[in-house]
């Protein structure tokens, strides 16, 4: 029989329109002959629909202008069920066996969706809630990971009542270039790269815009790598993809950079050494079983000009587009994408 997967994306989150693209990739990967999608997209002030339209329609937003199609949902919140609630001139229910959130930054990433699913009863295909918002946490996730024996940059933590001699003395401490960084947020939102004193204050106040707390982080040279991770730690080893890496003309690896590659390159395999990828690999494993995380995350890093490996943070539902970086790094070890995505569900559904 085929399992019924709960495939959620949208979301309350300036990412919302990442994850249109990661999920209709999603859906047409998917492998009908397995598992049957249940489509809910939620819209950006937060209304979730039962969506029954083309899955051709989901990447450019129109599928919520598709209201014959449209119904609006809810999930039954009983741990016995595992259904979705359709909210029309009468309720109805459809069950299902598990969800797969491809959600992106806030209110997705962040362990909120999926506090609400585990409170539904229901196997998520991804982090679990703890994983989820410690890793969305950059300040706590470079403690945990430190504690873990990986190096991480050296940073401090402020709040919106940090008076702005705390911040200057911060700077100085640090030193100049430095990034101010949302504590929580992702696609690199809010993050500015501060090369003078006199910016600093600017670029705090649009940090604050992403979240209450914010983070001065010196600015580790050489350039950025991510590892691939897949499975979960209970079950036995974890399978890392290839390392790649980040090629930049100038910068940093924006939001724009992220998701055009206007001037910069992702080379997978990184270009780098045999022995220094596989110590990637080992750290990547390490920041992921040290922040919980289980079916799937990407974990990125610094490479210093002299080796050192800095880590930087984790993404737990990174872009999944057939040519994003995660489903790239599988690739090279020969997992396609229709395959990833049965693995992913094998390891979140328990199939």
Known sequence: MRKTILVLFGGCSSEHGVSLQSAQAVLEHLNRDNYHPLMVGITK????????????????????????????????PDRDRRQLLLLGDRISRISFDAAFPVLHGKNGEDGTVQGLLELAGTPVVGCGIL????????????????LAGVDVPRGMVFNQSAAPEELEAAGRALGFPLFVKPVRAGSSFGIARVTQPQ???????????????VLLEEAVPGFEVGCAVLGNPEEGELTTGLVDEIELSGGFFDFEEKY????????????????K???????????????????????????????RVVFNEVNTI????????????????????????????????GA
């Open 277 to 307: 990828a596989e110590e990637l690999q080992a750290a990547a494993k390490r920041v992921y079983r040290a922040l919980d995380c289980r079916v799937f995350a990407r974990v990125d890093f610094f490479l210093t000009p002299e080796g």
């Open 318 to 349: 990174p872009g999944f587009t057939a040519h994003s970086r995660y489903p790239s790094m599988m690739k090279g070890i020969g997992l396609g994408f229709p395959a990833l995505l049965d693995r992913l569900v094998e390891l979140g559904a």
């Open 45 to 76: 002030t937060g209304q979730w629909f039962c969506y029954r339209g083309p899955v051709a329609s989901i990447g450019d937003g129109s599928w919520e202008r598709d209201w014959a199609n449209l119904t609006p949902c809810a999930l039954a």
């Open 199 to 213: 910016q600093l204050a600017a670029a705090v106040e649009r940090a604050f815009f992403h979240d209450r707390e």
């Open 260 to 275: 055009t590659l206007k001037t910069s390159a992702i080379h997978c395999p990184a270009r780098i050494s045999q022995p």
């Open 131 to 146: 994983s989820s918002a410690l890793c969305m946490d950059k300040h706590r996730a470079h403690q945990l990971a430190s």
